[in-house]
């Protein structure tokens, strides 16, 4: 079952997902991108989760004034490009 199947299931039962919808998505999409690329599911669900918890920590560490924009950034990109290998 993939997460996108999952989440189907929840949304047809009428349960909440406590998962924000853009992080959801941007999860799902990596999840598709790396089985795209031969990867398995259970290593595609890892990345994709990987994926949202770094990018989710990095984003809260700037919102709190950890690090700066620049570095902020410099971390997305190479997130992006650790996906992308």
């Known amino acids: 079952m993939t997460l996108r199947e999952a989440v189907q299931q929840l949304r047809a039962r009428d349960l909440a997902c406590t998962v924000a919808a853009d992080a959801l998505e941007q999860k799902v999409t990596v999840f598709a991108d790396c089985v795209e690329r031969g990867f398995t599911p259970l290593r595609s669900e890892i990345m994709a989760a990987y994926y949202v ?12 004034g950890l690090i700066t924009r620049a570095e902020l950034e410099s ?3 190479a997130l992006a490009r650790q996906l992308l290998t």
């Open 53 to 64: 918890a770094e990018r989710d920590a990095t984003t809260e560490a700037f919102d709190r």
């Open 75 to 77: 971390k997305q990109a």
